[in-house]
């Protein structure tokens, strides 16, 4: 809210999410230090409602202003970025000013760890091994 995000302006509250767990993962394991990834929490929300499409080849700055304007005048609940840390996937943005938003469920939580899923597998020294 504060300071906006990569897409959003300041002073405007918006919570990110992601389409898939994988891509939240990899943005988390992105921005935070090597020594600061425990005692995470995975969350989710289910919500009856598709989100509304940025255009795929749009430049930041299109991105940018569409993200503007999508929250000035609350358009739909979600909105989805391709991600361009995962093209793959998309960051869904939720707009917690949009009249359907007080309806959504509560969110959903797991813990999740780094340490769980990032340590050496155990049969890498096996596929090193061969030919």
Not at 3 to 29: D, K, M, N, Q, W
Not at 47 to 63: F, I, K, L, M, R
């Amino acid at each position: 809210l504060r300071h906006g995000g990569r897409y959003t302006p300041p002073g405007v509250a918006v919570v990110p999410l992601a389409s898939e767990a994988g891509l939240a993962v990899l943005v988390a394991l992105r921005y935070h230090a090597a020594d600061d990834r425990d005692d995470y929490r995975l969350g989710w929300v289910d919500v009856d409602a598709s989100p509304e499409q940025v255009p795929a080849d749009a430049d930041e700055p299109v991105v940018r202003q569409h993200v503007a304007a999508w929250l000035d005048e609350r358009r739909s609940l979600l909105l989805a970025v391709r991600s361009r840390v995962l093209p793959e996937a998309h960051v869904v943005l939720l707009n917690p000013a949009h009249p359907t938003a007080a309806r959504l469920g509560p969110l959903t939580t797991r813990p999740f760890r780094f340490a769980d899923c990032l340590h050496e597998p155990p049969m890498l020294a096996r596929f090193r091994s061969m030919p």
